[in-house]
C-alpha cells in the first residue's frame, strides 16, 4: 500500500504580532490611564488625610471639654503640670500617646506627626489651642482642614498662637491665605495649623 500525502499550498502570513504603532497607542493608552489613576489615588488619600484629622481634632476638642467638667469648668492644670500630661493622667489621652510638654504624638502617626494643645494666655479663662503638625500638609488640605471645624472655632493661625479672629465676616480663607483663593494651591503649608477654642 502506499501513502499519498498531499500538502495543499496555501499562501501563509503571520499575523499574530503587533505593529510598532499599535503598540505605541496602547503605551500611550496605558500611560494616560495610569496617570488619571494615580490623581485619583492622590485625590482620594489627600481627602482621608482631611478626614482624620478634623475627626482627631474633634476627639482632642472632646477631651478638653471633658477634663474642664471633671475640674470644675477649668482648663487650667496644675502647676508645672502641662494640659496634655493633666488629660493623660485623667485618662483622657490615651496612654499609648506619646506626651512632651504641650505635644501629643500618636503611637502610628502619619499624615500629622504630632498634634499640640495648650491654654490660653490668660490663665482661668476657657480658652485654649489645638494645634497640628504636618509637614506634608498642602495649603489646600490646610484650608480644608479649617474649613471643617470653622463653625467651631474662634480663630486660627499658622503659628503657635491663640487667635480670635473666626466670625464677624472672617473666615479660614481670609486669615490664612488673606482672601486670596489663588494663594490655595498644592504646594506645602508654610507653618503649623493652630485652632482656638472658647
Do not use: W
Not at 3 to 28: K, S
Not at 91 to 100: A, Q
Not at 133 to 139: D, G, H, K, R
Request: aromatic content about 8%.
Amino acid at each position: 500500500m502506499r501513502a499519498i500525502c498531499e500538502f495543499q499550498n496555501t499562501d501563509y502570513r503571520d499575523d499574530a504580532g503587533f505593529t510598532l504603532m499599535e503598540i505605541i497607542v496602547a503605551m500611550i493608552v496605558v500611560g494616560i490611564l495610569s496617570a488619571g489613576g494615580l490623581m485619583v489615588y492622590n485625590g482620594l488619600i489627600e481627602s482621608s488625610n482631611v478626614t482624620a484629622t478634623v475627626q482627631a481634632i474633634s476627639k482632642i476638642e472632646s477631651a478638653v471639654n471633658s477634663y474642664a467638667q471633671v475640674n470644675g469648668g477649668s482648663i487650667v492644670p496644675p502647676t508645672g503640670v502641662s494640659l496634655p500630661h493633666a488629660m493623660q493622667d485623667d485618662s483622657l489621652i490615651p496612654s499609648s500617646y506619646t506626651v512632651n510638654g504641650d505635644n501629643v504624638t500618636p503611637p502610628n502617626p502619619g499624615f500629622v506627626q504630632s498634634y499640640y494643645i495648650f491654654i490660653g494666655s490668660n490663665p482661668g479663662q476657657y480658652n485654649y489651642a489645638i494645634g497640628i503638625i504636618a509637614p506634608q500638609m498642602t495649603n489646600a488640605q490646610a484650608l480644608n482642614i479649617c474649613n471643617s471645624v470653622e463653625n467651631s472655632i474662634s480663630g486660627v493661625s499658622s503659628s503657635k498662637n491663640v487667635e480670635f479672629n473666626i466670625g464677624n465676616g472672617r473666615t479660614c480663607l481670609d486669615d490664612l491665605f488673606n482672601s486670596d483663593v489663588g494663594n490655595v494651591n498644592n504646594s506645602i503649608f508654610n507653618g503649623n495649623l493652630t485652632f482656638t477654642f472658647n
